[in-house]
C-alpha cells in the first residue's frame, strides 16, 4: 500500500507516492494495521492543511476511519452494500458495559439525506458525480 501526494492543476492532477509498506501475507488485519502505520507517520506533516484520505472499499472500516478522523483527516471511500451501518450509540450513563452500536441506518434514512450532484473531469471528460451527505451524522 503506498501514501500518495496528489496534485491538482486545473483539470489535470498528477500522483506523487510519498510512503509505501508491504502488509505481511497472513491475514487481512495486517492491512489495516500497515495503513493506521502510515498515516501515523504522514499526519504530522499536514497538520493545519485540509487533508483528504481516499480508500478502497476494504478500508473502508471502523478502525481506520476512526482513527483518520481523530487526526482530522477527511475520508472518502465507498463503503461496501453488504456493510452494515448504524447511528452512534446513546450514553445512557447506567453502569455496565456501554453499548457498541446504535440503531441500524435504513435504507429510508439514506434517501431522505440531500443529494449533491457535482460536475467532475473524470476519465478523460466531464461526468456528473451524485453522492450523499454527511458522512458522519449524530445518533437520531
Request: contains cysteine.
Amino acid at each position: 500500500m503506498t501514501v500518495a501526494l496528489t496534485l491538482f492543476k486545473r483539470f489535470r492532477s498528477l500522483g506523487v507516492p510519498v510512503l509505501s509498506r508491504l502488509a505481511r501475507q497472513g491475514g487481512n488485519s495486517g492491512k489495516l494495521v500497515a495503513a493506521k502505520t502510515l498515516l501515523r507517520v504522514i499526519v504530522p506533516l499536514f497538520q493545519g492543511v485540509q487533508t483528504f484520505l481516499l480508500v478502497d472499499s476494504w478500508y473502508m472500516r471502523c478502525t481506520l476511519i476512526s482513527y483518520a478522523l481523530d487526526h482530522d483527516l477527511q475520508v472518502i471511500g465507498q463503503v461496501r452494500r453488504d456493510t452494515a451501518l448504524f447511528h452512534l450509540p446513546e450514553r445512557t450513563g447506567k453502569r455496565g458495559r456501554p453499548r457498541k452500536y446504535g440503531e441500524k441506518v435504513t435504507a429510508l434514512w439514506i434517501d431522505s439525506l440531500p443529494e449533491v450532484s457535482m460536475e467532475c473531469f473524470i476519465y478523460g471528460k466531464t461526468q456528473m458525480v451524485y453522492y450523499r451527505l454527511p458522512l458522519s451524522w449524530p445518533a437520531s
